[in-house]
């Protein structure tokens, strides 16, 4: 047997090194010889303290900070955008939600996250329309800024853009006005208006101009008189003189494109 003063530090050191060994590897119980021995004593003694020991295995995974930034999530920013009297323009958003609380009403549409805009300029209204439906909250936009919505069923709808509704002016008799006109145009007003009438029947005003239709303007040779010679097939020197033609543009072509090359080179080697 040791002396007890050898076997204070090595119980001290058991101590220390037990736990660590108890996780790394198994227990292997000493054999017969080995206990006969003297020096065996430590290793005796540790087996006797590893069953009081105690081994926590994890219950579960753990998580750490995986969920913290789960449990309070950021603002969606929800609710009105345009309160009701304010000007918008056509894609303004005038109120974000989820679930449709308020419903896209005169000149607004919704998007598929339930948001609504404007598809006109006006002023932004809030209201109610029971003829629609009797517990649906509207949002529209109106042309007027004391405007009014809903609008009446049978109303006439408003002019969009600024426009003004006028009446039409009457037809009144052509009435040749001056000798200045070029020829086949004459003059004629209309509702204190200048008219000039082309020689096809067009009554232009002032500021105006008259253009041919583009069939028309593909008949002018055919009106002249013009004749192209007709294509021969066996003409083989027009067929070389097409195809040179055709090389020598692919050859320009390339020699431009070698220059554009060679000049970005150089002024990346600067």
């Known amino acids: 047997m040791l002396q007890p003063r050898l076997l204070a530090p090595i119980r001290a050191l058991e101590r220390a090194i037990v736990p660590s060994l108890r996780l790394s590897q198994p227990i292997s119980r000493p054999s017969p010889s080995m206990l006969s021995r003297t020096t065996v004593a430590p290793t005796t ?9 105690h081994v926590r295995h994890a219950s579960h995974a753990t998580q750490g900070t995986a969920n913290r930034h ?12 345009r309160t009701g009297g304010e000007y918008v323009v056509p894609g303004c958003i005038i109120f974000r939600q989820r679930g449709t609380k308020w419903f896209a009403g005169e000149n ?8 609504i805009y404007a598809t006109e300029a006006g002023y932004v209204r809030y209201y109610l329309d029971p003829e629609r439906h009797p517990d649906r909250k509207y ?27 006028v009446s039409r002016m009457s037809d009144a008799p052509v009435e040749p006005q001056s ?24 009554r232009l005003r002032p500021g105006y101009m008259y253009r041919e239709a ?3 303007i593909g008949r002018a040779a055919e009106k002249a008189g013009i004749t ?17 033609a055709r090389a020598n543009r692919a050859a320009q072509m390339k020699s431009l494109k070698n220059k554009k090359k060679s000049s970005k080179k150089g002024k990346g080697g600067r």
């Not at 003694?45 to 020991?53: D, K, Q, T, V």
């Open 45 to 53: 003694f540790s087996n006797f303290l590893l069953p009081l020991s």
């Open 70 to 81: 789960s449990r309070d999530p950021a603002g969606k920013r929800l609710g009105a955008k």
């Open 108 to 115: 607004c549409a919704i998007g598929r996250d339930h948001t």
């Open 139 to 165: 949002i529209g936009v109106c042309f007027e800024k004391d405007g009014k919505l809903p609008t009446p069923r049978n109303a006439p709808s408003r002019r969009k853009l600024n426009r003004v509704a």
């Open 179 to 202: 000798n200045s006109v070029a020829a086949g145009e004459t003059d004629s007003v209309v509702g204190n208006v200048e008219v000039v009438e082309t020689e096809t029947g067009a």
């Open 214 to 216: 583009n069939w028309q």
């Open 228 to 244: 192209a010679k007709p294509y021969d097939r066996n003409n083989r020197w027009m067929a070389w003189r097409k195809r040179q």
